[in-house]
């Protein structure tokens, strides 16, 4: 929010010698939340509640409406940052930030498939690749897309 408009290093340790796809994950879901923040947070007297605020008093019980429900997951929706109280995070298995984000990055690389490019995308790689070749005089490939 002070300007800054560049992540970098997504994944890096040790200034990027070192490479986690853990840390990558983590990262990504940080970045994911200060996106959502510099996209500012609307403020509307239906999101504020102050109908309900005011219905309910001082002492009541916000935790219960319909419109609390509705909107406490929409300021963030993290993947990975578990906010369990500690007995269900505890019985869950106590597991850390980063050891959930390696399961996951694991998870992903073991069944990831990636979609196929369409016919009119490979068209024009191709396109790319043969014009590039002719300019520089080199031999058409014989790899099939």
């Not at 490019?117 to 014989?142: C, F, H, M, N, Y």
Request: hydrophobic share 40%; charged share 25%; glycine share 8%.
């Amino acid at each position: 929010m002070a300007g800054a408009n560049l992540i970098y290093g997504l994944g890096m340790l040790e200034s990027g010698v070192t490479f986690d796809y853990g840390q990558l994950l983590m990262d990504c879901e940080f970045a994911r939340l200060i996106k959502f923040t510099i996209g500012g947070i609307p403020v509307t007297d239906e999101l504020l509640m102050t109908d309900d605020i005011h219905a309910v008093g001082s002492s009541g019980d916000f935790l219960s409406l319909d419109s609390t429900y509705k909107y406490m997951r929409a300021q963030s929706k993290p993947k990975l940052i578990d906010r369990r109280v500690r007995e269900e995070w505890a019985a869950g298995g106590s597991t850390d930030l980063h050891e959930r984000a390696t399961d996951e990055a694991r998870r992903l690389l073991e069944t990831y498939a990636p979609e196929p490019l369409s016919p009119e995308v490979l068209a024009a790689l191709r396109d790319i690749v043969e014009t590039t070749e002719k300019e520089l005089g080199i031999e058409p490939a014989q790899v099939a897309f």
